[in-house]
């Protein structure tokens, strides 16, 4: 058998082999952020096609966070029937279901007056002209209530996990960054204030959901800008989300966006390294970025650092990519 096609259990929970599609958005929700039939075909005709794991696009957790008036939202309990029929449309196909949940803090839409939030009140490098309003503490504790709400809403839709989104930039990215937490409170300064937000949603989003349902985080593992994270510090931070109750760490990076251009299947493989060190073998990682053949897939997913890996705009192109692969590996 291949690494790529053995199942593996995480936190009693099965899957049928290593590949993810990671989260991807595809805009065509709603102005409400309601799923719309044409996105329960596009994910459901790839668990149809023999990937393992779908983890639905970023998905707001409060409206002042969406980032277009087509991004999918968990904001409320009227968006749950919805959810419900997206989960169960990826998990009669065979794969296991997950959501990704999300705040985009200063490259929301913000407020209606216009106000968009960030951790700080330093704009995100790339997006410079646009300053933020940082958060007040009370503010924060309600938003951490909502990412626990939209989780615990989401479980109980059917998804058998949801994603934390950490990465690309958005709130929880910000929150950890030097490069935009500027904060002088408890919550910014050394890496200890600067991840004390996350790691609150994460302890919130745990209760929520109870100790069956799985959590991961999407880790951005380094800002890719100078004076930005790097896994110096991201490396302690996983520890203390496994010690949290994360489940599977899903590696990322890049605080201006993901790196489209990078060539290089597998890429980010020095990162996933790095955070195994900290983490050993106690959690699942996701490699991630520029993966398209099957062979190399296969070779990544024997890596020590490498448990799931994450096939993205192979898997928009071709929706058959799995299947293709499992018949090109002729097994
Ligand atoms: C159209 C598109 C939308 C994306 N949306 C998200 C998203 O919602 N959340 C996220 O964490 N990453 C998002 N990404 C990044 C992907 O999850 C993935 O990390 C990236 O595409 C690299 O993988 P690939 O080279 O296999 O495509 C998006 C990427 C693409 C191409």
Known sequence: MTTLFSPIRVSGH????RIVMPPMATNRATPEGAVVEEMIQHYSKRARAEVGTIIVEHT??????????????????????????????????????????????????????????????????????????????????????????AAAGCIEAGFCGVQ??????????????????????EYGGDLMG????????????????????????????????????????????????????????????????????EAVEGHLLPLNQSIRSEVTDEVPLVLTGGIVNAESAEELAGEPAVDFVGVGRALLRDPCWAARARKQMAI
């Open 14 to 17: 099965d899957f049928r082999n």
């Open 60 to 149: 707001y957790v409060a409206r002042d966070g969406r980032i277009n008036d087509r991004q999918l939202g968990a904001y409320s309990r009227s968006l749950l029937p919805g959810l419900g029929e997206l989960a169960r449309g990826i998990t009669g196909g065979g794969a296991r279901a997950v959501i990704q949940l999300t705040h985009a803090g200063v490259s929301g839409l913000g407020d209606e007056d216009g106000t968009v939030y960030g951790a700080g009140t330093l704009p995100r490098p790339g997006q410079e002209g646009v300053t933020p309003r940082p958060f007040a503490v009370s503010e924060m504790q309600v938003l951490a209530e909502r990412f626990a709400e």
């Open 164 to 185: 934390l989104h950490g990465a690309h930039g958005y709130l929880l990215n910000q929150f950890l960054s030097p490069l935009t937490n500027d904060r002088r409170d």
């Open 194 to 261: 600067r991840a004390r937000f996350p790691l609150e949603v994460v302890e919130l989003v745990r209760e929520a959901i109870g100790d069956d349902a799985l959590l991961y985080y999407r880790l951005g593992a380094d800002d890719f800008f100078d004076g930005g994270l790097t896994t110096d510090e991201t490396g302690p931070f996983a520890r203390w989300l496994v010690d949290k109750g994360v489940d599977v760490l899903d590696i990322s990076g890049g605080l201006g966006g993901y790196r489209p251009d």
